[in-house]
Every structure is written in structure tokens, then in C-alpha cells.
């Protein structure tokens, strides 16, 4: 399900995502990884949320809040 939620990212959008939910890393140590901003990647990240959250259904976004 990952793979086919995550299809439509970008490269740095899918890079934050994996790293922080399958390698729990921090947002700070991702911004390292990438040479940006702890803010800079939390706000990629509520950006690919709100994406992702339009993909699936009302009930299933509920789940995610």
C-alpha cells in the first residue's frame, strides 16, 4: 500500500516519508540527510500528508489524524 500511495511523490517527498515512518528518523536528522531545515521538511511532509489524505476516503483519513 506504501508503494502505491507514495507513487505520485517526488523523490524528496518519498525520501522524508519512508525515512521517518519506516526508519523512524526525526525530521532534524532527515533535514541533515537532505541539507534542509528541520521546518523545511516538517512542512514537505504536512504538504504530502494533506495529499495523501485526498487519495482515500473519508473514513480512512480519519485513521490517520
Known amino acids: 500500500m506504501m508503494s502505491f500511495?507514495?507513487?505520485?511523490?517526488?523523490?524528496?517527498e518519498r525520501?522524508?516519508?519512508?525515512?521517518?515512518?519506516?526508519?523512524?528518523?526525526?525530521m532534524r536528522e532527515i533535514g541533515e540527510m537532505l541539507s534542509l531545515t528541520e521546518s523545511r521538511v516538517?512542512?514537505?511532509h504536512s504538504n504530502v500528508m494533506a495529499r495523501l489524505k485526498s487519495l482515500i476516503s473519508p473514513q480512512e483519513a480519519a485513521l490517520l489524524v
Open 15 to 26: 525520501f522524508i516519508i519512508e525515512h521517518y515512518y519506516r526508519n523512524g528518523m526525526t
Open 5 to 12: 500511495l507514495t507513487r505520485s511523490l517526488t523523490q524528496k
Open 42 to 44: 516538517c512542512q514537505i
